[in-house]
């Protein structure tokens, strides 16, 4: 399966050891992950200015995801969906990356459901999609 996993969820399995470091582990073996540019930089952007990561720890981070995950340029939606411009770049991004998930701790795009065809699920969620 090809998915998204939100900025937040990459930044929780880079800085703690729980769901979403579990998540990402798995997937990066199981799964096709799909990034973008705009996810590559908010995530580089909010581990330096919000977790203390220095700008060479979080190129290191970005370089790890880049070598091991596709990249996609993702679009603009037609027309928005999300109150926030940042999650449509991410529903953009699994739009535009064919993906069939999006794993997300976002709650306004949880309360999405779908998009698309795009499920959309909590990162403990994204286990009930393998049963």
Not at 31 to 42: D, N, R, T
Request: proline share 2%.
């Amino acid at each position: 399966m090809k998915l998204v996993l939100d900025t937040n969820v990459l930044i929780a399995a880079f800085i703690t050891h729980g769901v979403c470091n579990e998540l990402l582990e798995y997937c990066a073996l199981n799964h096709g992950v799909i990034l973008s540019p705009f996810i590559i930089a908010e995530l580089k952007e909010k581990l330096v200015q919000k977790f203390g990561y220095s700008a060479r720890e979080a190129e290191d981070v970005t370089r790890l995801l880049r070598s091991r995950f596709a990249v996609v340029t993702a679009g603009k939606l037609e027309s928005p969906i999300c109150r926030d411009a940042d999650d449509d770049n991410i529903l953009a991004t699994a739009l535009a990356g064919h993906c069939e998930c999006v794993a997300t701790g976002d709650q306004d795009i949880l309360a999405l459901e779908g998009v698309g065809g795009l499920r959309i699920v909590t990162p403990s969620g994204f286990w009930e999609t393998e049963e």
